[in-house]
């Protein structure tokens, strides 16, 4: 009778090692898996957040409502009226019932830095008049908070999260003509409601930076803080983060384009940002917009 061999110690040794780099491939799938659903999730929020944003404005036809439409030629103290004559774009408009309802504007202003850019006004909407009517316009309300047993949370009253809010940023592409407009809706992700401001100016979640290097074409440019007139601490950017250009151009109207920052590399004193797009025009300042998480664009389709 023959005898089958036995394994040998190093033999063993040599069958966990394997098993146990295969073990460690399989469970490096399981963080992978948390953050690509997590991912998923957030981004079907954020289209549900700006399909209804956009079902609102076009219902409510808010490029037209009394306290938006005045401000596209001549937003009031602290900017310049558009002549009649002007052929150009129109000023940016944010309207932002969060912020205005919430405690958060300060200014009446996104992006002011003082010398450098005077900001985009920040408006409200005429058929809005509280805080209670402003989250049913700029919340999602699709989400519901549960207990740890896996109820709806609040009893008889279901409790929202309201994690997702939004704003609009408007534009006409010819200050004068009222058919069209641009229009972007700017989705936030737990927007933090504080009243707290750096110098009585902007929102602690909108610092505005100079930039140095900003220059059109390129996908790069320089912040700078902690000199005079600049913001002492450096920006909360972070890749996937949103940046708004409120550089002024000849007519003295600021720009109001968004950016999605790809890359931030730390230095003294300054921060150097990579952008997914090409800078359209040299950028002068931008406002670090730290709670959005996406932007969607709709162009200019909004006709009569």
């Known amino acids: 009778m023959k005898h089958r061999q036995g394994v040998t110690l190093v033999e063993v040794l040599i069958a966990i090692f394997v098993m146990a780099i295969g073990m460690l491939a ?6 992978l898996g948390a953050m690509s659903m997590g991912r998923a999730l957030q981004d079907d929020r954020v289209t549900s957040a700006a399909a209804n944003a956009e079902g609102i404005a076009l219902a409510f036809d808010i490029r037209r409502d009394p306290k938006v439409a005045p401000a596209f030629t001549n ?5 310049t009226a558009l002549p009649a004559g002007y052929t150009g774009p129109s000023y940016p408009v944010f309207v932002d019932l969060q912020g205005i309802y919430e405690g958060q504007d300060q200014s009446g202003r996104v992006g002011f830095l003082s010398g450098v850019s005077v900001g985009i006004p920040r408006r409200g909407l005429s058929f809005v008049n509280s805080l ?23 009893g008889t009253v279901v409790q929202r999260m309201g994690r997702y809010t939004w704003a609009y940023l408007l534009r006409r592409p010819q200050a004068f003509a009222e058919s069209v407009a641009d229009v972007a809706v ?13 110098g009585g100016v902007g929102l602690p979640t909108e610092t505005t930076y100079p930039v140095q290097d900003g220059v059109g074409g390129t996908t790069s440019l ?20 949103w940046i708004l250009d409120v ?4 007519a003295g109207v600021p720009r109001g384009q968004f950016y ?11 921060v150097t940002l990579e952008v997914q ?9 931008v406002a670090v917009m730290e709670d959005v998480v996406e932007v969607l664009e709709k162009g200019s389709n909004w006709q009569p």
């Open 132 to 154: 209670e009517q402003a989250r049913r316009w700029y919340t999602l309300l699709d989400d519901i908070t549960f207990t740890p047993k896996g109820d709806p949370d609040g």
């Open 75 to 79: 937003p009031g103290t602290g900017w």
């Open 26 to 31: 399989i469970l490096t799938l399981f963080p």
């Open 260 to 270: 999605r920052v790809t890359g931030v590399t730390e230095g003294t004193n300054q």
């Open 186 to 198: 700017v989705v936030y992700g737990a927007r933090v409601a504080d009243s707290s401001t750096t």
């Open 247 to 250: 550089t002024q151009d000849a």
């Open 277 to 285: 797009t090409p800078l359209l025009a040299d950028v002068k300042a």
């Open 222 to 241: 320089v912040l700078v803080y902690g000199g005079a007139g600049q913001p002492p601490a450096a920006p909360a950017t972070r890749l996937g983060g």
